[in-house]
T-cell receptor, first 118, second 112 residues
Framework: GAVVSQHPSWVICKSGTSVKIECRSL??????MFWYRQFPKQSLMLMATSNEGSKATYEQGVEKDKFLINHASLTLSTLTVTSAHPEDSSFYIC??????????????FGDGTRLSIL | DQQVKQNSPSLSVQEGRISILNCDYT??????FLWYKKYPAEGPTFLISISSIKDKNEDGRFTVFLNKSAKHLSLHIVPSQPGDSAVYFCAAITSGNTPLVFGKGTRLSVIA
């Protein structure tokens, strides 16, 4: 089945540090990748939709300059949390859908990255 | 405005019995509905889906029922097993290359 690999799985760093999270589709090409954020006991909240070769589309309330998304190839998207602060601590999850984008193709998720900012 | 709602944050079921997880939605444009299972510190895993033109889809122990007139769907797990203990997310999608819209999840605990 389709596999999405996300790294790192856990990051602890000091306030002001920038953190990069990688999301790779291992055995399929993903024209579109999605980045979600999950707070404790909350649902997955979509942050942005990343399309290969173009700028990401951010959801309302998500700071573009804070959360930089790059989708340089059909198998790799990165999320960089710039100058992270404690309020950015959260569980970040990427997701990819097989190219074609039909609604019946399930999104496949990475295992998530737990980001803790001290 | 939450388009996908899971009103029960938790559910406890005895091993061997049926687990029924419920989900309501408000957007009549949703084309597909999906259920995901999530363990702590892991990403969601796709479980089962149903098209808006169907009313039932079955896969082994898992069955999803869709009632379009009531804008309601449910996931039945029978028989429930301790390994089914996880958070279950209901999700929906409109046609085209749009992202999933998730409910808040229901934590299922299957007690041996």
């Amino acid at each position: 089945g389709a596999v999405v690999s996300q790294h790192p799985s856990w990051v602890i760093c000091k306030s002001g540090t920038s953190v990069k999270i990688e999301c790779r589709s291992l055995d399929f090409q993903a024209t579109t990748m999605f980045w979600y954020r999950q707070f404790p006991k909350q649902s997955l909240m979509l942050m942005a939709t990343s399309n290969e070769g173009s700028k990401a589309t951010y959801e309302q309330g998500v700071e573009k300059d804070k959360f930089l998304i790059n989708h340089a190839s059909l198998t790799l998207s990165t999320l960089t949390v710039t100058s992270a602060h404690p309020e950015d601590s959260s569980f970040y999850i990427c997701s990819a859908r097989v190219s074609g984008g039909y609604s019946n193709q399930p999104q496949h998720f990475g295992d998530g990255t737990r980001l803790s900012i001290l | 405005d939450q388009q996908v709602k899971q009103n029960s944050p938790s559910l406890s079921v005895q091993e061997g019995r049926i687990s029924i997880l419920n989900c309501d939605y408000t957007n009549s444009m949703f084309d597909y509905f999906l259920w995901y299972k999530k363990y702590p510190a892991e990403g969601p895993t796709f479980l089962i889906s149903i098209s808006s033109i169907k009313d039932k889809n079955e896969d082994g122990r898992f069955t999803v029922f869709l009632n379009k007139s009531a804008k309601h769907l449910s996931l039945h797990i029978v028989p429930s097993q301790p390994g089914d203990s996880a958070v279950y997310f209901c999700a929906a999608i409109t046609s085209g290359n749009t992202p999933l819209v998730f409910g808040k999840g229901t934590r299922l605990s299957v007690i041996a």
